[in-house]
């Protein structure tokens, strides 16, 4: 009968407990924008840090790509690698999939990583999720490059569906934060999961319409293809190059999915900010 | 007007589980805070009902066997901590020294973490360039200010943080023991700059095994045992 009686009560104090969570995030927010000079300083050292341990420092990333897209390119050769559309296909495919690989792998060890600056300073976290989003930028800069270069040499002149394509590279960039924010706190809470999202990530790319072209095959493809988001994000950026068409069924979803993790996010960041501190 | 105020501060640590195939008995322990047992998780309370003031001018040395909350209570004074329970009220640009490891980055130069340390502060970048020169000539590092932080030695270290943190002017300064790492020279030094400091009505609370230096530096003493306050004097 109590419990009855307090139900409503207990669903009135959610929203202010909400709000107050939202108002954390989005202070933890501005003051990390405030501070943005810190955060492009720390992306310009891990670049930095990667070019004075190794020789091609971050154009390893360049490598890795084109031996990816070459790979993929040429297994396929039998089907449809004389075709300069697949490659241009792979190319885009293998673009977008590295950077979220990337991203969220990157992620889930975050605050481990970052734990001397979280024990020992009081930066905002966000700062940190910058940190790491525009290194990922960065990084996958490189990866543009190699990627232009192949669609040029492909035979893909530049013209207005390279505009359409943007708006997908805008969303996937605008998805990043949010994308870092909840593996991060993920990691944090489970230390597991780094294993298993790593895994999941390695795995995932055979589920995900990286190399392969889903032709409306029934079964596993099916599924993976509707039901993966990560096919939107794919497709958002690839379409209008590969077949000139606005994606705007792929940019829908992408949108629409941003918009949740972006709930997520701020609601992890409001609510557990303060705790990450003592988990790590 | 810069002070610290403590009100009844806790804080509590919650350790996970972890799964061991042995189970010691627990042995009472003259270190540390109290080890006890929530739920399915251990907890520390390292800090217990401490309550104090300061007020601009001040100098305080915290002094305890380890484990007695000592560093504990400067990153709750910093804000790293939320307390569990209690309250805090700080007026004042806090600044602090932990350790080395702790906010420089290893394969940076000196003069690098420098620049780092005033934008993690908030300074802008030319405030940083005009201090720069007063920074490397107070911790005397020479050329050694262009090779990275790692080759450094921990005195060398210890030099560099407190060079930066005290020419960035804080109001409130908070140092952990292993500023004593400096050779003698240089504690006077920063002995010198730190009387500054608490002349420009600022605060300092340093804590330190070393009785001498606490003597020399501090116009008040805090004694903390298992987190609790045993005096202050
Ligand atoms: N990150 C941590 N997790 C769990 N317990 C901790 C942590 N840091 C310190 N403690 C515990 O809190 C107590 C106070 O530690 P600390 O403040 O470091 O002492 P001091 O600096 O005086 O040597 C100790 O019992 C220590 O074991
Ligand atoms: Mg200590």
């Given at each position: ?36 000079r810190v955060w492009i300083a ?167 319409p990286v190399f392969w ?68 | ?233």
């Amino acid at each position: 009968m109590a419990a009855k009686d307090n139900a409503p009560e207990q669903r009135i104090a959610i929203l202010p407990a909400m709000i107050a969570a939202l108002n954390g995030a989005f202070d933890d927010i501005s003051k990390a924008m405030r501070l943005h000079r810190v955060w492009i300083a720390l992306a310009h050292e891990d670049i930095g840090d990667q070019h004075r341990r190794t020789t091609l420092g971050p154009l390893w990333m360049l490598v890795n790509y084109f031996a990816f897209v070459g790979t993929f390119a040429f297994v396929f050769v039998t089907k449809d690698a004389s075709n300069p559309s697949y490659i241009a296909y792979v190319a885009i495919g293998m673009l977008v999939w590295f950077y979220l690989t990337e991203t969220i792998t990157m992620s889930v060890s975050l605050f481990q990583r970052e734990a001397s600056f979280i024990q020992g300073t009081t930066l905002p976290l966000f700062v940190y999720v910058m940190r790491l989003t525009m290194q990922c930028i960065i990084r996958a800069g490189y990866s543009l490059a190699g990627c232009v270069l192949i669609l040029l040499l492909g035979g893909y002149g530049i013209n207005t569906n390279w505009l359409l394509s943007l708006v997908g590279l805008l969303l996937l960039i605008l998805a990043t934060p949010a994308f870092v924010v909840v593996f991060a706190f993920l990691g944090a809470f489970f230390p597991d999961s780094e294993f298993i999202v790593g895994n999941l990530m390695r795995v995932g790319m055979f589920f995900t319409p990286v190399f392969w072209v889903y032709s409306g095959q029934e079964g596993i493809q099916e599924y993976a293809y509707n039901w993966n988001p990560f096919t939107y994000f794919l497709e958002g950026v690839r379409e209008p190059i590969t077949t000139g068409i606005f994606p705007g069924h792929a940019l829908a979803v992408t949108g629409y999915f941003c918009l949740g993790l972006w709930a997520i996010a701020l609601l992890l960041l409001g609510l557990y900010r303060k705790r990450i501190v003592f988990l790590i | 007007m810069t002070s610290i105020t403590l009100n009844n501060v806790s804080l509590v640590y919650r350790l996970f589980e972890k799964l061991t195939l042995s189970a010691p008995g627990r042995r009472r322990s003259a270190l540390g805070g109290n080890i006890a047992k929530s739920g399915t998780k251990q907890v520390v309370q390292a800090l217990d009902g401490v309550s104090f003031e300061l007020k601009a001018g001040d100098r305080l040395g915290l002094v305890g066997p380890n484990g007695a909350g000592k560093t504990t209570l400067l990153k709750v004074l910093y804000g790293i901590y939320q307390p569990s329970g209690g309250t805090i009220s700080i007026t004042g640009k806090v600044d602090a020294l932990f350790n080395i490891h702790i906010g420089f980055r290893p394969e940076a130069t000196g003069r690098r973490n420098i620049v780092l340390r005033g934008l993690i502060s908030g300074w802008t970048a030319a405030e940083i360039e005009e201090k720069m020169e007063e920074i490397i000539d107070f911790s005397e590092l020479g050329d050694f200010i262009d090779l990275p932080f790692k080759a450094y030695s921990q005195g060398m270290a210890a030099r560099l943080a407190f060079a930066a943190a005290t020419t960035l002017e804080p109001e409130i300064l908070l140092m952990d023991e292993w500023i004593g790492a400096g050779d003698a020279s240089f504690q006077e030094k920063a002995k010198r700059r730190m009387d500054e400091l608490a002349e420009k009505a600022g605060i300092i609370v340093l804590a330190s095994h070393d009785d001498a230096l606490i003597q020399r530096v501090c116009t008040k003493k805090l004694t903390l045992r298992a987190g609790r306050v045993e005096s202050l004097a």
